[in-house]
T-cell receptor, first 112, second 113 residues
Framework: ETGVTQTPRHLVMGMTNKKSLKCEQHLGHNAMYWYKQSAKKPLELMFVYSLEERVENNSVPSRFSPECPNSSHLFLHLHTLQPEDSALYLC???????????FGPGTRLTVT | ELKVEQNPLFLSMQEGKNYTIYCNYSTTSDRLYWYRQDPGKSLESLFVLLSNGAVKQEGRLMASLDTKARLSTLHITAAVHDLSATYFCAVGVGRNRDDKIIFGKGTRLHILP
């Protein structure tokens, strides 16, 4: 499989649940990103990993916890989310942190 | 703080017309990207502009970059309905570990048949 993949594509979870989003890139890139996109706000950068090290965390609540075990995989662990966290979560990767980004299809998250 | 401003944010136009989307940014950069997003879908890379005066064309879309004016444009020629989407510009800044890309808010384009 090529490009950037994300699983699951759709997720409905209660506020007390714990779930994880997975992103995998097959492009040989060394930077990966999590974005949040909701109807009320434009594209919001959440986390940046470069060479498996977190280099940016844009004041994201602690109920979102990223993990980057290697340069091809990125996770976003979710716990005790709020309804306002419902959004499309996009993963992206790039060769350099300011290079062209390739996006995955996204996970549509609904928090009930 | 780097700001990336797109203009307009919403655009409704008729098929066959020409129009331009503008992307202004507030700091020095020589890397600019345009993306397209269809409703409910992810972002798709359209153009990568890496030098002053760069111009790239794909079908009815043409993008240009003026680094001195800190301005990029996305020009649509003889619009067709299939081009209806949200278009984002993104600007690369910094060097080495300070590298980052900042996205504009997007321009939602609706082309009427």
């Amino acid at each position: 499989e090529t490009g950037v993949t994300q699983t699951p594509r759709h997720l409905v979870m209660g506020m007390t649940n714990k779930k994880s989003l997975k992103c995998e890139q097959h492009l040989g890139h060394n930077a990966m990103y999590w974005y949040k996109q909701s109807a009320k706000k434009p594209l919001e950068l959440m986390f940046v990993y470069s060479l498996e090290e977190r280099v940016e965390n844009n004041s994201v609540p602690s109920r979102f916890s990223p993990e980057c075990p290697n340069s091809s995989h990125l996770f976003l662990h979710l716990h005790t989310l709020q309804p306002e966290d419902s959004a499309l979560y996009l993963c992206a990767s790039s060769h350099l942190t300011s290079g062209e980004q390739y996006f995955g299809p996204g996970t549509r998250l609904t928090v009930t | 703080e780097l700001k990336v401003e797109q203009n307009p944010l919403f655009l409704s136009m008729q098929e066959g017309k020409n129009y331009t989307i503008y992307c202004n940014y507030s700091t020095t950069s020589d890397r600019l990207y345009w993306y397209r997003q269809d409703p409910g879908k992810s972002l798709e890379s359209l153009f990568v502009l890496l030098s002053n005066g760069a111009v790239k064309q794909e079908g009815r879309l043409m993008a240009s970059l003026d680094t001195k004016a800190r301005l990029s444009t996305l020009h649509i020629t003889a619009a067709v309905h299939d081009l209806s989407a949200t278009y984002f510009c993104a600007v690369g800044v910094g060097r080495n570990r300070d590298d980052k890309i900042i996205f504009g808010k997007g321009t939602r384009l609706h082309i009427l048949p």
